[in-house]
């Protein structure tokens, strides 16, 4: 990880001030490529970012926790004479 990003909302932030720059096309050549290569540092750090907090969000069946909600949403759609979990795999919400 680069040192000099501080979290995701200031990277973002970085980010859109390059592009912003980079769009006006006042700059020279070697300052733009220097801006480029920042961007992509900030943009690989995002992804990444984002990478790992959809990967915490995912709940996996083995987790006890995930279980536990599993069997509260069936729950709830037993109590409404539905499988929640078919009207999801056709497409529809629960």
Do not use: N, Q, T
């Given at each position: 990880m680069d040192v000099n990003i501080?979290?995701?909302e200031a990277a973002i932030a970085e980010l859109e001030t390059i592009v912003r720059k980079l769009e006006e096309g006042d700059?020279?050549?070697e300052q733009s490529l220097e801006l480029y290569e920042?961007?992509?540092?900030?943009?690989?750090?995002?992804?990444?970012?984002?990478?790992e907090a959809?990967?915490?969000s995912r709940c996996s069946p083995k987790v006890a926790s995930c279980?536990?909600?599993r069997r509260r949403f069936a729950a709830v759609g037993?109590?409404?004479g539905r499988a929640?979990?078919?009207?999801?795999?056709k497409g529809r919400k629960a």
């Open positions: 501080k979290d995701f700059l020279a050549l920042r961007g992509v540092r900030l943009s690989r750090y995002c992804h990444a970012r984002l990478e959809s990967g915490a279980r536990l909600r037993e109590d409404e929640p979990d078919a009207e999801m795999k």
